[in-house]
């Protein structure tokens, strides 16, 4: 979330938008966005649909893997990336061209 | 006999079923080149936000958290 906040800038210069998930409830959610201070949308997948439309729903814990999509213009996936490789937004990055603004 | 073998294979079919269920990371059946599934969410403000909305006009990144208050 930081991470993404701290490059929202370079993300709304390239024309994407970027939307974090999670299945808290909405006012968690609303807590956790201010707190970080984050101001792009923080959606709450409290029902579980869209995790588990996303094949990253994990039945036993009954939350969500952490994975990051990023789907272009066309509403095609264009990159895909789980567990602890999805904390880094690098993948990200690259795929909305973003990378060598980066560095 | 034939019931002593049916019933171990009874046991051993559970076993795989549950072995097959183990809590390990899930991971997505989706590819890249895959259509995102569409979906309409909540945000932190209220506003409705779906994902077809942006098709046409921007990129979209979907960063799923595991729960809020998490790392990443």
Same mark, same amino acid.
């Given at each position: 979330?930081?991470?993404? !906040?701290? $490059?929202?800038?370079?993300? =709304? @210069? ?9 299945? $808290? ?5 609303? %807590? ?7 101001? *792009?949308?923080? &959606? ?8 588990? $439309? ?50 | ?12 079919? *559970?076993? @795989?079923?549950? &072995?097959?269920? !183990? ?12 259509? @995102? ?5 909540? =945000?932190?403000? %209220? ?5 077809? $909305? *942006? ?18």
């Amino acid at each position: 979330m930081r991470q993404y !906040q701290a $490059d929202i800038a370079k993300f =709304d @210069a390239s024309n994407t938008q970027v939307l974090g998930i999670s299945v $808290d409830s909405g006012p968690a959610n609303a %807590h956790w966005a201010k707190e970080l201070g984050v101001t *792009f949308p923080v &959606l709450s997948d409290f029902m579980r649909t869209v995790v588990k $439309d996303y094949g990253i729903y994990n039945e036993v814990q009954g939350y969500a893997n952490r994975a990051t999509f990023v789907v272009d213009k066309q509403g095609i996936i264009r990159s895909i990336e789980q567990g602890s490789t999805a904390i880094d937004p690098t993948g990200a990055y690259e795929a909305c061209g973003l990378a060598e603004k980066k560095k | 006999m034939r019931r002593k073998v049916f019933g171990l294979s009874v046991l051993l079919a *559970f076993v @795989a079923a549950a &072995l097959a269920q !183990q809590p390990t990371a899930p991971r997505t059946q989706l590819k890249v080149g895959d259509i @995102a599934p569409d979906f309409t969410l909540t =945000d932190n403000n %209220h506003n409705q936000v779906k994902l077809s $909305d *942006f098709k046409g006009r921007k990129n979209v990144v979907l960063a799923f958290y595991v729960l809020a208050f998490t790392g990443g």
